[in-house]
């Protein structure tokens, strides 16, 4: 609700009229404790052919007030104020007029693109449908336009797509029919909510293209829900902050994301992961201070990003900006720089707590690991994986000495999970060895493999359905003890206590129930069970990108600091380039099945050999809009 | 697609064997020798002879086995006991009533199962939806012979409008024929319907918030067209209900052509079972099985029609 008009945004725009106008916009819930608010007071415009993006963490409300727009909320809610679109008062209009607009004037695309669009219909029939309701085409008619629509979203072989199901697309596909079907009718918005986050970070740069050229040619505005400031800098031209059902800052996408007025934009700003912040010093701080200190949105980073482009990125590791601060791995948690610098990244982080033998990584580390005190944590060989035929993973080597941090890389079906799932024991790879701590573990039985499960455990990606809904926490957590029979009664008590204290979760709330914590809380859950047997490997399958970004910033910190203290060693299996960086000392990027380039994090990330590497790099946002640009031009 | 039809017949081939062992195996498991229980009560040495003859007990099981295997591929269940008829011949002119009976009902507990499970998924918590779980507990709740004797107290000793028994073959007469029928069909559907409801009411209440209804609406389709999108998915899961059901069904009809007098399937088996009319039994129970087997066939079909995921195989990636 701050104040600043939009008064620095398009001079030549301004004089537009806006063709959405929200104000004062407020929608409350009628439920069993009462009335809740979901928004109070919202209030912003946007003009055609312009990018406006309204930026928030889950529960902001930013949601609600798009679908509000379309009157597509449950019954309960109340919407007070006033939202125009092109004069039309929306608020209180009568559902059948809403339901002419819908589709018509104001278009919609969702997040999901893997379950928004019907399952049992064509994907032709799906968007014919739009134009005969509100164009009141003919079925041939309707299928020519929507051949027309799927060749303007870059499906190749339209007319043959038609006929397809929706579960016969990949994802990114998916989300261009229902851009295709947003823009069907020509809308004079576009309300996209979340359009990229399922997306792999490639697919993600396409969709975003694909959305600004229409933005462009069709002169639509578009409403960009989202919580990614590194997609906001690549398309918004102006932002909306919002937080707690309030907009606490707007303006010019510049402005907002390189001298943010308000502190929340600051320090959702510091939270995002970015490259050119390597390993050990976690995640920004939840404080406003780190973004204005070290972190800046990183222009001035050594980005690799511009790939092939520029020929040869200096040697300086990203982030060694700060050499006199080289005090590894020491300092409290988002205060100082502690950098590891290329050779450093070699040598085990954990320096208090267990002492850690010195583990052969010194030399190639994903080939011998024989003559040592202490077996590799993790020793994956030639592993293969086929699943009816087709082979999921190919040949993948991973070796993780004791109490190091592994990041393996890839996006969607690249098989990083299922290396994962095998490194786990959950999946039985097709030939190659899993060796854990020693123990080759490829053909166990499960009967035989279970009292070695105590030297390994893995986090899921997605906390709300890895833990049983019907334990509390604490029978959650206690339940890998009593398996093991490590210990019982008063002492699995005072455990299960220790371990949530640890994870920074009060030990009273043991009695809670899944469903009574926040995602972070959970996550942070999952993490206390999958440490309770004092694990010697950790598999971490992207465990916080589910969260929010100033949650995820405070369980990788989290993380960080709990791997420094206990030891032990992990596999991060992530998408993402810039966490894979915060935490680990060497990485594998994997495509297709296999590795295409493994070594120390920092080199790696500097100096990718591999045109993917590179691409992965190039397509990974980054909250700049100047940088955004000069990728966009390099990619076209 | 035509691997799974493959699949799925070989599935049934293998559930068949199984049924025919389990029968066999029945009859050989009974104390005392097969060809008198088969010969039934007091019989002449002639006959535990010709049985003994007939089903060669005194030659080894898996030769039993196969002889009566064959048997019944070339439709021969050997003859009736108590009527000395061809098990085969009765068993024909006992099928056309049971399989109209099953049908209608059927139908009718399609129709008012979806129709009543849509409109209270749709008016979920209000008034409709309210009658529409009271009444479906009322079906589950009340036996079908209750049901049945009420029927016939009202509709046809009070009112007179329809025949309390008794059953015209359609090709006699189609309306007599549907007159008989209407009472049966409806009682024997009640339960189903009720069950159809519930189990229409739940998947489309899950499918209405799901993704792709918001879609749907997010495009200005009218509510019917919304509700059309939900439905198709939820029949999903009302198939497989159905599928399961029919075996309920199928033990329905015995109780209800008791009652309506219908000289039907269910009729022969149960007379059959008190006549220790071994045959009859035998071929009764064979029958039965392969008829649960090719209607979870078909429902297994209708799947892949009702949903594409089946039907195509992915490929996009």
């Known amino acids: ?636 | 697609m035509g691997r799974y039809l493959l699949n799925r017949l070989l599935q049934s081939l293998v559930t068949l064997f199984l049924v025919s062992v389990v029968i066999f195996a029945g009859v050989r498991a009974m104390p005392g020798d097969p060809a008198l229980l088969l010969a039934g009560d007091d019989p002449s040495p002639e006959t535990v002879a010709a049985i003994n003859e007939q089903y060669g007990f005194d030659r080894a099981w898996p030769l039993q086995y196969l002889t009566w295997i064959g048997q019944m591929l070339r439709w021969d269940f050997g003859e009736s006991i108590r009527t000395g008829m061809p098990v085969s011949e009765t068993i024909l002119t006992r099928l056309p009533a049971t399989l109209e009976l099953a049908a209608l009902s059927l139908l009718v507990a399609a129709l008012v199962g979806v129709l009543a499970g849509v409109a209270a998924a749709v008016r979920q918590g209000r008034p409709t939806d309210w009658l529409a779980n009271g009444v479906a507990l009322l079906g589950l709740s009340v036996p079908n012979f209750w049901l049945g004797l009420m029927g016939i107290l009202v509709f046809a000793v009070a009112l007179g409008w329809l025949p309390a028994s008794g059953y015209v073959p359609f090709f006699e007469s189609p309306a007599g024929n549907l007159a008989s029928m209407v009472m049966p069909a409806i009682v024997l559907g009640t339960g189903l319907a009720a069950i159809i409801l519930r189990q229409t009411r739940s998947s489309m209440i899950e499918a209405l918030s799901s993704d792709y209804v918001r879609t749907a609406r997010a495009k200005g389709m009218t509510p019917r067209r919304v509700v059309a999108h939900a439905l198709r998915n939820s029949l999903i899961t009302v198939l497989t209900i159905l599928g399961l059901q029919l075996g309920a069904l199928i033990s329905g009809t015995v109780v209800t052509e008791q009652i309506f007098v219908l000289p039907g399937f269910g009729r022969l088996m149960v007379e059959s079972v008190f006549t220790r009319d071994f045959p009859v039994i035998q071929a009764t129970v064979m029958v039965t099985a392969v008829g649960y087997i090719l209607v979870n066939l078909v429902v297994d079909l209708l799947y892949s029609v009702v949903d594409p995921r089946i039907r195509v195989q992915g490929g996009a990636r």
């Open chain 1, 1 to 636: 609700m701050s104040t600043t008009a939009s008064g620095t945004a398009h001079e030549e725009a301004a004089e537009v009229e806006p063709v959405l106008r929200l104000t004062d916009l407020s929608v409350g819930f009628r439920t069993e404790d009462g009335p809740v608010r979901a928004t109070t007071g919202v209030g912003f415009d946007v003009r055609p052919g312009e990018v406006l993006a309204v930026v928030g963490e889950s529960g902001s409300g930013k949601s609600v007030s798009a679908m509000s727009l379309l009157g597509l909320l449950p019954p309960s809610a109340t919407v007070t104020g006033s939202a125009t679109l092109a004069g039309e008062e929306l608020v209180g209009m009568p559902e059948r007029r809403l339901r002419a607009l819908r589709g018509n004037e104001i278009a919609m695309i969702f997040q999901e693109p893997m379950t928004s669009l019907n399952p049992v219909f064509t994907v032709g029939w799906q968007l014919g449908e739009v134009l005969r309701e509100h164009r009141g085409l003919s079925r041939a008619a309707a299928r020519e336009r929507s051949r027309e629509l799927l060749e303007l979203v870059g499906i190749p072989e339209a007319a043959r797509r038609l006929d397809s199901y929706p579960h016969q697309m990949s994802g990114g596909q998916r989300q261009r029919v229902m851009i295709a079907m947003a823009v069907a009718c020509d809308p004079r918005v576009l309300v996209a909510d979340e359009p990229t986050t399922a997306l792999d970070v490639t697919v993600q740069a396409e969709i975003l293209d694909l959305l600004r050229d229409l933005c462009r040619r069709l002169g639509t505005a578009i409403v960009l829900i989202t919580h990614d400031m590194g997609v906001v800098a690549d398309i918004a031209d102006r932002v909306v902050v919002m937080r707690d059902g309030q907009v606490v800052e707007r303006g010019d996408v510049r402005q907002v994301l390189t001298a943010p007025r308000h502190e929340y934009t600051a320090t959702l700003l510091a939270a995002v992961p970015h490259l050119g912040r390597p390993r050990s010093d976690g995640p920004g701080a939840a404080g406003a201070d780190t973004a204005t200190g070290a972190e800046r949105p990183s222009p001035a980073a050594p980005e690799p990003a511009s790939g092939g482009t520029e020929p040869s990125p200096q040697v300086v590791e990203p982030g060694v900006a700060e050499p006199g601060v080289a005090e590894p791995g020491v300092a409290e948690p988002g205060a100082g720089e502690p950098e590891v610098a290329h050779e450093d990244a070699a040598t085990p982080p954990t320096r208090r707590g267990a002492p850690v033998v010195t583990t052969p990584r010194a030399g190639g580390r994903a080939a011998t690991a024989d003559v040592v005190d202490v077996p590799p944590a993790l020793e994956l060989r030639d592993l293969v994986v086929e699943y009816h035929q087709v082979r999921a993973v190919r040949e993948v080597s991973v070796t993780v000495g004791a109490g190091e941090v592994v990041g393996l890389v890839g996006e969607s079906g690249s098989g990083k999970s299922t290396v994962g799932r095998c490194a786990a024991g959950l999946q039985r790879p097709t030939s190659g060895t899993v060796r854990v701590a020693g123990h080759d573990i490829t053909a166990l039985s499960a009967r035989r493999l279970r009292p070695l499960r105590r030297d390994f455990s893995i986090v899921f990606q997605d906390p709300a359905s890895s833990l049983n809904p019907r334990m509390t926490i604490g029978e959650s957590i206690a339940e890998p003890l009593r398996m093991h029979r490590v210990s019982r009664g008063a002492g699995l008590r005072d455990r299960v206590a220790e371990l949530l204290e640890s994870v920074s979760l009060r030990a009273d709330m043991h009695v809670r129930y899944p469903h009574e914590l926040s995602g972070g809380q959970r996550q942070r859950v999952s993490i206390a069970r999958a440490l309770a047997l004092e694990p010697k490997l950790l598999i971490a399958d992207e465990p916080t990108s589910a969260l929010d970004v100033s949650v995820q910033a405070n369980v990788l910190r989290l993380f960080v600091d709990l791997q420094r203290r206990l030891g032990f060693a992990c596999l991060f299996i992530s998408h993402d380039l810039a966490v894979v960086e915060m935490l680990t000392s060497h990485v594998a990027v994997m495509r297709r099945g296999e590795i295409v380039e493994s070594g120390p994090t920092g080199a790696v990330l500097a100096e990718p050999s591999h045109e993917y590497t590179r691409a992965l790099l190039a397509a990974a946002p980054v909250p700049d809009p100047d940088e955004q640009r000069r990728r966009r031009e390099a990619r076209a």
